[in-house]
């Protein structure tokens, strides 16, 4: 009988070669993810170096995505937009992808270069438009992000941790806080409850060169761009009117009367976007938040969309 395929030996030989090459390319995707490496060296290893097999061999997928803050979403639209499909490798580029996808790189690496100062990122938006579920992912998600925690006279919600989503208070700290200076910003809402940032802890996080995420309403964006002109502005939009109402209604926290004011409130929101320097629409909450980082490594600039 005629043996097909290759002896066992060498089979066991390949598998063991193949878990070494993962290996190597796992190595170099850490690099990069951790700054150790930038993806340009990755891609100038990759094509000057004969014996680079790791970087040659990686997908270019798998190097766009270890660049932080280049996620899934992102990286795919770099890849249709520089002409790569999904399955090339990075040595298996033609000349013209190489230099597309080069440029590209180059110039994203000289912008977090010329934008490395910390920044300050206010995220604001209508009622329920899911503000607290994108500031919520970019926390899970992005450790590297210093995400702001306010503080609030309301009551907690089911799953709300002190300190984690807000700092829950008195009537009587608030006023404290305030009559101290100790707000960058706040605001009464809905009528209802006050809330506000603390300022101390923004402070000190863009003093130390940790850019800093703020999750809060209209009115505080408002002040915050009074008070430090630096910040840029993101205006968090509804896919369409008719979803904001499904959410709203469909997370049953308030009763028919505070929804329907909190939706005549939020047709008067939506009607401040062009106050902002950027517009994301979350019809994806890691989509979105993708965005939203993405965005902390741009100067502010005029109005612009970026859905």
Avoid: C
Avoid at 95 to 102: A, G, I, N, V, Y
Avoid at 263 to 282: I, S, W
């Amino acid at each position: 009988m005629t043996q097909s395929g290759p002896p066992p030996v060498d089979r066991v030989a390949a598998s063991r070669a193949a878990v070494a090459a993962r290996r190597r390319r796992a190595v170099v995707k850490h690099a990069v993810a951790t700054r150790q490496r930038s993806a340009v060296d990755v891609l100038d290893t990759a094509w000057s170096d004969p014996d680079a097999a790791a970087e040659a061999t990686l997908r270019v997928r798998e190097l766009l995505t270890s660049v932080p803050t280049l996620g899934p979403t992102r990286t795919a639209k770099v890849m249709a937009e520089l002409q790569i499909a999904d399955s090339k490798r990075v040595g298996g580029l033609g000349s013209r992808q190489r230099d597309r996808l080069r440029d590209w790189l180059v110039v994203r690496e000289s912008r977090g270069t010329d934008t490395a100062k910390a920044k300050l990122v206010v995220l604001a938006g209508p009622t329920a438009v899911g503000k607290g579920t994108v500031s919520t992912f970019i926390r899970e998600n992005y450790p590297d992000v210093h995400l702001s925690v306010s503080a609030t006279t309301r009551a907690p919600r089911p799953g709300e941790v002190e300190g984690v989503n807000y700092f829950f208070v008195s009537d009587e700290e608030f006023d404290r806080l305030v009559e101290r200076g100790d707000m960058l910003e706040w605001a009464k809402v809905h009528n209802a409850f006050r809330y506000g940032t603390p300022r101390r802890p923004v402070d000190d996080n863009l003093a130390n060169g940790s850019s800093v995420l703020l999750e809060i309403d209209i009115q505080g964006a408002r002040q915050v761009k009074a008070a430090m002109p630096q910040a840029v502005l993101v205006f968090l939009l509804p896919p369409t009117w008719d979803e904001l109402v499904r959410r709203l209604i469909g997370r049953g926290t308030e009763g028919l009367a505070e929804q329907q004011r909190r939706l005549e409130t939020a047709r008067v929101e939506l009607a401040a976007q062009h106050e902002f320097d950027y517009r994301v629409v979350n019809g994806d909450v890691a989509e979105a938040a993708e965005e939203v980082v993405d965005l902390m490594r741009l100067r502010p600039h005029a109005s612009h969309d970026s859905s």
